[in-house]
């Protein structure tokens, strides 16, 4: 089931593969042949027996019914073969995929072959995998497709919808047909969006759930089976271990990023007389490390009791001449540097900051920020803070990682 509110590009019918309907096909005409063959040779045995009207009756019944019976037998002997050789095929396409799985760290094309085997296997267009940030409780999608196009879904907070059930539960969840009535008997909203039939299994690595990967249709002649079902638990195992190494893989490189980052930091403060050249440079960043959209760095000036904006990045001139010069006596603003301790706004409409200075900062786009001192042997010099575009939930990881930065440009001003 969609997970928000897109706008839907042009209507595709969807089908199942060519192969489905070609065996089906087949297995009618080999069911057939079996029965006019049988027909045909009771007629003729009919013809060439004594004119005996109840021998050749009985004959011909205990004919007719033995050729049903084979050809009944036939039929479910060729039916087995079929669905042998499916299995087969699906199985060498699992081993297939196992291989690349393993051979590849990169998310991205984790996602695209995931999304070439979905469409082989159930021949579906519709599909997306949500995973679970347990720490901020969120769900994020790196990859949603809606009718073969690829969409942006944004990540949103944990609720009570199927891609949740899936995740808490831990278990799977078959929607196969008249998905609109199942959500209402269990409780769950219907939209205009809802689709016809739905499946979702969690992707589970180091017995915890890391997301759900979904399937759904909006067409009323395609259904989902339990066999369908089984084929995504499967293909589900197989993604689980390999998206947890590519996100691991993911953050070990961010780390790398952060560590030459502040090492360039440091030989830039080291090397470079240009105290701004050193000072932009922490707060692009403060940037890549905190994920945020914005920066700016407030200094100190004892003279005249008041914080200078001595540096910033992606903020209007508007604001900047609005922030030049605050007076230290502006509680809301100066928090951090009477407690020592970062000052986090998660959400800029539930804070405690001046009415002006949320009306500055909601013109700027931003919705949450974060204030982190810049502390020296010989005291306080000032603050760097962080903004965000959307409400932003610190994680314990990374107000520490920011800290480690504030405190290296804290040494830097210091020392300049």
Known sequence: MSDSRISQP???????????????????????????????????????????????TALLVALVAALLAIALLAYRVYQTQIHLRQRLKELCTLNQISQVLRSTLELDNLLAI???????????????????????????????????????????KLADRLTDRVIRERQPI?????????????????????????IGVPLIASERVIGCLAVFTYQENQEFSSSDLDLL???????SVAIENALLQKQVEQRTNQLETMNQITILSNGSLNLQ???????????????????????????????????????????????RQIPLAQ???????????PNLMPELVSSSLNSIYVTALMQEGIRAGGDFPLITPEGQVGYVSVYYDEPHKFGEEEIELLQTFAAQAALIVSNS
């Open 277 to 323: 050249d050193v000072l932009d440079k922490i707060c692009q960043s403060m940037i890549e490390v905190g994920g945020a959209a914005h920066s700016a760095i407030f200094i100190v000036n004892q003279e005249y009791n008041e914080l200078i904006l001595t540096q910033s990045r992606s903020l209007s001139e508007a604001f900047l001449r609005l922030n």
């Open 114 to 156: 995931l999304q070439l085997q979905v469409r082989q296997f159930l021949g579906v267009d519709n599909f997306y995998i949500a995973l679970y940030d347990q720490e901020n409780e969120q769900l994020w999608y790196p990859m949603a497709v809606k009718h073969g196009q690829n969409v942006f879904w944004p990540a949103r």
């Open 174 to 198: 078959l929607l196969a047909n008249h998905a609109q009535e199942e959500l209402s008997r269990i409780g769950l909203p219907v939209d205009d969006d809802a689709p016809y039939a739905w």
């Open 233 to 239: 638990e499967t293909l589900s195992g197989q993604v």
């Open 331 to 341: 509680d809301e603003r100066t928090r951090c540097l009477r407690t020592g301790q």
């Open 10 to 56: 042009a209507f595709q019918k969807e089908k199942r593969p060519l192969s489905f309907s070609i065996q089906r096909r087949n297995r009618w005409l080999f069911l057939a042949a079996n029965i006019v063959g049988g027909l045909l040779l009771g007629i003729a045995l009919w013809l060439a027996l004594p004119r005996v009207p109840w021998l050749a």
